[in-house]
């Protein structure tokens, strides 16, 4: 049998195990965040794997993904509009305007009063863009702050906000692309980390974008809610036909058909960026990942290429931001950080094998799978270990607390194992090289 068959079988495997051995609850739960971070891996994937992009800002594409999921479904406030909307878009006209007289000014003046008059216009134009934007900003958020503070959304059905996530994830890329993907890799990565961290404190402090860190809690559902299918006569009797609790089976019914959804997600992106991968498009951004120098010789525009697939890549992280918010039914910029949205999926990444979509959809499987049960495994460890010891023991609390931080361990260990003695990962790059 095919050993990539195999691997994915073994997958499943664990992921039943912990049906059967925990709750078929909780190894669903972990079934929709693995399938969200193999989307996740596929998104850095095309821009490390194919590219050799060195993107350490994923976090901010992800909550990108996030909030875009509040502005398309959350129903927009009239009381927050008719107080401040009108001040902000001013605000946005007057911005747009000022950088069309930062261009002109710029073209137009010349000699040694050309940087002088540039930097006058947009002094002038910040100043007036902020005489329009915080009184507008101020009167939103002073709008029923405990509950709303915001202009809300478009009310859309939320489904539609994964490929919005993604959109808006492209375009801020687009953005960082201009600016940093002339740099060099080392560069690259700290200019996108800080440039994640900007998006970060934006989507915490402006109270009238999201709510900041006030978070926007119940976003709607592409899938029933439970107490609406316990009280449905059709689900009370396909539940009382298999012989389940309408209850308990209502959270496994919804959980499946999160998974259903976010499974057509992930097939849909395989099957495109496999077919990506395969073209003459990704037989050429392979060439330039080698040979960077070559590929120029050649008239191949690097940094025109490097801008299409980062653009590709951060739009997949996006849309894999927006289906984990709308899963977790929340939105809460403070819960990014780059232990989680950055590290852990470059881990994925990694394991899986860099350059191979199926690798990094392993990867992203494996690797989720493992975060979530170090902590149980840890934990019975800990208690198995100490078992004979007294309970009043200092060293059995030490062990036992310290149990919860094992899967940093873990994690550590896994990658330097995999660097050291499989650097291709476990589905490698057919015919690539390590790097």
């Known amino acids: ?12 495997a664990l992921i039943a195990l912990v049906g059967f051995v925990q709750s078929w609850s909780v190894a669903l739960s972990i079934l929709n965040f693995c399938l969200i971070s193999a989307v996740m891996a596929l998104g850095v994937n095309i821009q490390w794997g194919y590219a050799g992009l060195f993107n350490v800002g994923i976090m901010g594409f992800a909550a990108l993904g996030g909030v875009a999921v509040v502005l398309v ?38 000699g040694r009063w050309r940087k002088a008059a540039t930097v006058l216009v947009v002094i002038i134009g910040y100043f007036a863009v902020r005489a329009a934007f915080d009184p507008a900003t ?3 958020e002073a709008i029923d702050p405990a509950k709303t503070g915001y202009l809300g959304g478009l009310g859309l059905p939320i489904i ?23 740099l060099r890799s080392d560069y690259l990565a700290i200019a996108t980390l800080g440039i994640a961290e900007i998006i970060l404190a934006v989507l915490k402090n402006e109270d009238w974008l999201a709510r900041g860190v006030k978070n926007v809690a119940g976003l709607d559902r592409p899938v029933p809610r439970e107490i609406d299918l316990q009280q449905a006569a ?10 389940a609790d309408p209850v308990s089976f209502s959270s496994i019914f919804v959980k499946l058909s999160y998974a259903g959804l976010f499974t057509i997600v992930l097939l849909v992106i395989l099957w495109l960026s496999e077919k990506a991968l395969h073209s003459p498009w990704g037989r050429m951004m392979r060439a330039i990942r080698d040979n960077r120098d070559a590929a120029e010789a050649m008239g191949k525009d690097v940094t025109r290429r490097h801008l299409q697939v980062f653009i590709l890549g951060s739009a997949v992280v996006g849309i894999a931001g927006a289906m984990m918010t709308t899963m977790d039914g929340q939105f809460t910029p403070g819960t990014y950080n780059p232990l989680r949205y950055t590290f852990l999926i470059w881990v994925m990444v990694i394991v899986g094998g860099s350059g191979n979509n199926w690798g990094a959809v392993l990867g992203g499987f494996l690797i989720w799978f493992i975060w979530v049960e170090a902590e149980p495994v840890a934990n019975w460890l800990m208690n198995l270990l100490t078992a004979g010891m007294y309970d009043e023991s200092a060293l059995k609390e030490h062990l ?23 650097p291709r990962g476990l589905i490698p790059e057919k015919g690539g090289n390590p790097r």
């Open 73 to 110: 479904s959350k129903p927009p406030v009239p009381e927050a509009w008719a107080a401040g909307g009108a001040g902000l878009m001013l605000s946005l006209v007057l911005l747009l305007g000022t950088i069309a007289a930062a261009i002109f000014t710029h073209r137009k003046v010349r």
């Open 1 to 12: 049998m095919n050993r990539n068959v195999l691997l994915f079988a073994g997958m499943f």
């Open 138 to 140: 101020d009167a939103i």
């Open 400 to 422: 036992v607390k310290a149990a919860p931080h094992m899967r940093l361990i873990v994690m550590g260990v896994i990658l330097l194992l995999m660097l050291r003695f499989n």
């Open 234 to 243: 059709w689900f009370q009797d396909l539940a009382t036909t298999i012989g």
């Open 160 to 182: 539609l906000a994964w490929p919005v996530g993604g959109l808006l994830a492209a375009g801020v890329a687009w953005i960082i692309g201009k600016i940093a993907l002339g």
